[in-house]
């Protein structure tokens, strides 16, 4: 073999070696500039559902197992096909999880009935709940004060951060805005007939003892008013 051809060759087999070193080996994840997964909805147990039988205290699932099997994402959504004998509660308190405790600030109740573990005759609902959290999120049913939760009613998941939350969990609508009482109108608020009646009209938003806060200060107000007319009199 002349110089050249031998010279040829070595430069073909070594640029064929650059090339394979380039090329990710089978079987390695996606380069880490590769689009994170689209948003998915992921039916919690498949076809079996989140069902409670209160005869047998047995789930209709394997929850654990179930959820060790997927992978979730931020912005994804937890679809619980259920009845309303059972409950879901979503929370990232570990201590609350482990309990069986619905109490909390981080916990979410969704309920579809009023979580009746013992209903003659549940009707058919679907849950769905979003995974706004990254990291830990914990799910059980708190229906029967706890008692299916205790009875394996319950999983965890661990939520990546793929795309993040889409503008409408990112930046979800404002809650409406409560009603506020209007004013009493000019030259009635010194009347404790007006503010008493005023009170009772709104029973849906105060208590009836705030309409007797408000007489009260209404008197004391006529009373200031008095005294400092008598002493400016004198």
Known sequence: MS??????????VAVAVV??????????GAPSGSPAPPYKNHTVAGADGWFFNATSNTTSGNYSDWA?????????YLIFKTDDSSSVVQTSNATAYSLCDAEGPET???????GDAASASPRAATIAVPLTVEGANYFFSEAG?????????RFEIKVAHGRGLPPDLAHPPPPP???????????????PGVAGA???AA????????GGSRAGVGLLGVAVGVGLAVLVAA
Do not use: N
């Open 145 to 153: 004060d706890g008692a299916q939760c205790e009875e394996g009613m």
């Open 203 to 210: 029973g849906d938003l105060t208590e009836g003892k705030s």
């Open 108 to 114: 979410l109740i969704y309920s579809p009935g009023h």
């Open 177 to 191: 805005k409560p009603r506020v009482l209007a004013p009493p109108p000019d030259g009635t608020s010194m009347s």
């Open 3 to 12: 110089r050249s051809t031998a010279a040829t060759a070595a430069v073909v």
């Open 68 to 76: 060790a099997g997927e992978t979730f994402y931020l912005g994804d």
């Open 198 to 200: 005023g009170a009772g």
């Open 19 to 28: 090339a394979a070193m380039a090329m990710p080996a089978a079987g390695q």
